[in-house]
């Protein structure tokens, strides 16, 4: 089975860092992403991993451990369009699997 | 590019009808999935297809069934709907889903059935 789990809300003050942790158990494992969703809107890619480590994309990097099963979504300098859900999801066998996602709030 | 196109983009039905819903992946993507979304259960993963071919299913009964055509555009079915099918449906491409491959979604469906 799949278990992905990330918290659900986190609030932060705008120009500010948050970290949004997900761990997963799922049964195979061919790459994880974020996606970025605003209320009423479809998810929008942010970042794809699938070696252990970093990758940066501007104000967005994403981590990830395939031995603890642990990734983390940053977002630095934050700003007021930020406040959305975010999601993990897991790839595997062409299917992908999401956890229930994590809602910021960027106050000003 | 286009992006992913789904229609309707708004439906209500009945209890007992069947619907189906339309979505037209970005060009020269071949792989198409569907997704169930709603406030309770979050994302769901519905089925994946890819040259007219389903390769995986989520566990929702075989009540939802789907289909893709020969140019890749991609139909999904649900029949004998029921109160708990109101959800936002979401469809989503990518080139071939061959593992890194990154899926993009369409705007969705949203399905109210009372």
Not at chain 1, 38 to 65: C, I, M, Q
Not at chain 2, 18 to 43: D, N
Request: proline share 3%; hydrophobic share 30%.
């Amino acid at each position: 089975g799949q278990n992905i789990d990330q918290p659900t809300e986190m609030t932060a003050t705008e120009g500010a860092i948050v970290q949004i942790n997900c761990t997963y158990q799922t049964s195979g494992f061919n790459g994880l992403f974020w996606y970025q969703q605003h209320a009423g809107e479809a998810p929008t890619f942010l970042s794809y991993n699938v070696l252990d480590g970093l990758e940066e994309k501007g104000r967005f990097s994403s981590f990830l451990s395939r031995s603890k099963g642990y990734s983390y979504l940053l977002l630095k300098e934050l700003q007021m369009k930020d406040s959305a859900s975010y999601l993990c999801a897991v790839l595997n066998d062409y299917k992908l699997s999401f956890g229930a996602g994590t809602t910021v709030t960027v106050r000003a | 590019k286009a992006g992913v196109t789904q229609t309707p983009r708004y439906l209500i039905k009945t209890r007992g009808q069947q619907v189906t819903l339309s979505c037209s992946p970005i060009s020269g993507h071949r792989s198409v999935s569907w997704y169930q979304q709603t406030p309770g259960q979050g994302l769901q993963f519905l089925f994946e297809y890819f040259s007219e071919t389903q390769r995986n299913k989520g566990n929702f009964p075989g009540r939802f069934s789907g289909r893709q055509f020969s140019n890749s555009r991609s139909e999904m079915n649900v029949s004998t709907l029921e109160l708990g099918d109101s959800a936002l449906y979401l469809c989503a491409s990518s080139l071939s889903q061959m593992y890194q491959e990154t899926q993009y979604f369409g705007p969705g469906t949203r399905l109210l059935v009372l």
